[in-house]
């Protein structure tokens, strides 16, 4: 056995000793990759327009995180540690392409309006950072409930800024009109880009000052 693969395996926790339900409040809320690290805010200027969207960003970034956690998590021991970036890019990738394709399959109006969006999931930070920061060194059940978390701390962001957008924008929620156009103008502002900005410093700042991160630091 090589010295990288009995380093890392010296690093990894036996699983009877993860506190998995730790690695979730982490993922959520406690340090969660969009209020606490602040990753990923890129992907908030295209497609918190509508919660729709949003759901399905969501949901892929979940199913990319949490299988690449666990993809890596595996190959974590027969991965030479010169080339473990490039392996963590090639196995996101595989997983952004498939549900890329699924989405163009089954469900096309949606993929066109994501676009390029869905690709780019390939550069997020977030899903680097979980499989370089924890994957390559974990077991692999704690590495999918890690992806997992992450995921859902980051798609409930998207959601909230997106409800917001949605209904300040449009008027509306899912498509279902909430604020009638005959009484409501629609603030366009929160249509284009600044208003995921505000939306997303807004929430920012009311979960950190709820949740202040050395406050956070001190519950793990």
Avoid: H
């Avoid at 010296?10 to 809320?29: E, F, M």
């Avoid at 080339?83 to 096309?108: G, H, N, P, S």
């Avoid at 690709?119 to 979980?130: H, Y």
Wanted: charged content about 10%; glycine content about 6%; overall charge positive.
């Amino acid at each position: 056995m090589s010295s990288d693969s009995q380093s890392r395996q010296s690093t990894a926790l036996p699983v009877s000793r993860v506190n998995y339900l730790g690695i979730v409040k982490d993922g959520v809320y406690r340090t969660n990759p969009v209020t606490y690290q602040v990753l990923g805010i890129c992907i908030f200027l295209a497609i918190t327009t509508k919660v729709e969207n949003a759901l399905v960003m969501g949901f892929a970034l979940i199913f990319v995180t949490a299988m690449s956690n666990l993809i890596v998590s595996l190959l974590r021991n027969s991965i030479p540690r010169r080339i473990r970036m490039i392996a963590e890019v090639a196995i996101i990738a595989t997983f952004v392409i498939f549900f890329d394709q699924f989405l163009k399959a089954f469900y096309w109006d949606m993929s066109k309006q994501l676009g390029p969006y869905v690709a780019l999931i390939i550069t997020n930070c977030i899903v680097m950072g979980r499989a370089e920061a924890f994957a390559i060194q974990n077991p692999p059940l704690p590495s999918l409930v890690d992806g997992i978390a992450n995921g859902i701390g980051y798609a409930l962001i998207l959601v909230l800024i997106a409800l917001f957008r949605e209904l300040i924008g449009f008027g509306t929620i899912l498509g279902y009109t909430v604020l009638s156009p005959q009484w409501y103008q629609r603030n366009i502002l929160f249509i284009m880009a600044p208003g995921a900005f505000f939306m997303a410093g807004f929430l920012i700042w009311v979960l950190n000052f709820i949740n202040p991160p050395k406050q956070a630091e001190a519950g793990k």
